[in-house]
């Protein structure tokens, strides 16, 4: 690794420390979902960090004051040293969490997975409907085999999350979804709408829904919690495209969590790459500490100095930190503007109209997600 003061003297940025990494481990995934927020262009498995550098990571991570480490991908499990990135994060103490599509797991590997300090698995479904969910990640016995997994999660005794990633194409299943959650004994159902980054961005128009269904979507939400209180939480994200006010993306640009790609460059959100102007620091230059308080790319859009009006005189500036800028990239060309989700920005109507149309024409057929 080389000296990193000597190498770009950059002045740093007093920040707090992240609150968690998010590790892709890998692009390569055995299901090809056409909603995947990886970007269009992924990195091969011959580019992907090894265990050694991983292993440094997780303990520079620790170093800085960082809780949890999130194992994800493309599919965490296709690395055989998943076990060894686990245990080494638990014995440095961090809370262990892995985002996988499962289909890849068997018992004896969950098991080995508890086993060595894994805390939650989080598995994602397609639809509660077999032959659908396989259609839309495009992997025959997938959802056969997810079921099958959740079941050995939660017999070794590991909290469960379901993440249900919905859309006008699976959306009138949702009651039957939140059943199923149930069903698996999941302690947490994320019920979330497709956001549209990378592959998503491609099929938007297969994905979104009628402000109509969405708003049905919303009351089934509202009832299952009330009706489900003490037994499943459900976290609820909508569509950007029907939102008033943008989100607060990954609570604020470079503020609370970072996201390290497989081939080790540091990124202030997994889909901070769509936005070409920005040049991202790699693990295998700079310490992550330094990456961290000194990148150019995650200093660009913290705090509010940055900011265009209306954002800058909003009295929301300092909660939703100015929304998503890959949003506003994606929408407007400009990563600096308004994020179009706001209400206040001059392309909202432009954007609400665009999605009320693609919403009530035939859906295309999907681009699935293809290495190459």
């Avoid at 707090?16 to 892709?24: I, N």
């Avoid at 090894?50 to 997780?58: F, G, L, S």
């Avoid at 997975?113 to 025959?140: P, W």
């Avoid at 889909?271 to 660009?300: M, Q, R």
Wanted: with cysteine; glycine share 6%; charged share 25%.
């Amino acid at each position: 690794m080389t000296t990193d003061v000597k190498e770009r003297p950059v002045k740093k940025v007093k920040v707090e420390a992240p609150l968690a990494v998010l590790a892709e481990l890998s692009h390569r995934c055995p299901l090809q979902c056409p909603y995947c927020s990886n970007p269009v262009n992924l990195e091969k498995g011959s580019n992907e960090l090894d265990t050694a550098t991983w292993c440094r990571v997780i303990d520079e991570a620790v170093a800085m004051g960082v809780h949890q480490v999130h194992f994800s991908g493309g599919e965490p499990t296709v690395r055989k040293d998943l076990e060894q990135l686990t245990q080494h994060a638990s014995d440095a103490g961090l809370y262990t969490n892995l985002i996988t599509s499962a289909v890849l797991l068997n018992e004896a590997r969950v098991n080995k997975l508890a086993d060595v300090g894994m805390n939650h698995i989080q598995i994602s479904f397609q639809d509660s409907e077999a032959t659908n969910a396989d259609r839309i990640g495009n992997f025959k016995g997938g959802h056969k085999k997810k079921l099958e997994v959740a079941g050995y999660v939660r017999k070794a005794g590991l909290p469960l999350t379901v993440n249900a990633v919905m859309h006008r194409q699976n959306l009138h299943h949702l009651e039957e979804v939140i059943d199923m959650a149930v069903a698996l004994d999941a302690e947490r159902l994320e019920v979330a709408q497709v956001q549209y980054y990378g592959w998503a961005l491609k099929n938007r128009a297969a994905f979104m829904p009628t402000y109509e269904q969405l708003a049905w979507a919303t009351d089934v939400v509202e009832s299952a919690r009330k009706r489900l209180k003490g037994t499943l939480v459900i976290d609820y994200v909508v569509p950007d495209y029907y939102a008033r006010r943008p989100k607060v993306c990954m609570g604020g640009w470079g503020r609370r969590f970072l996201n390290i790609n497989p081939a080790g460059l540091v990124l202030p959100c997994h889909a901070a790459e769509s936005i070409p102007s920005l040049k991202f620091d790699s693990v295998k230059d700079h310490s992550l500490e330094w990456i961290w308080e000194n990148s150019e790319a995650f200093n660009k859009f913290r705090g509010t100095d940055w900011m265009p009006e209306p954002c800058r005189s909003c009295d929301r500036r300092e909660i939703d930190w100015g929304g998503c800028r890959c949003q506003a990239f994606a929408l407007t060309g400009d990563e600096s503007a308004t994020d179009p989700a706001c209400d206040l920005s001059p392309q909202h109507e432009k954007i609400f109209g665009m999605a009320s149309k693609e919403a009530h024409e035939k859906p295309p057929e999907f681009i699935y997600r293809r290495i190459g």
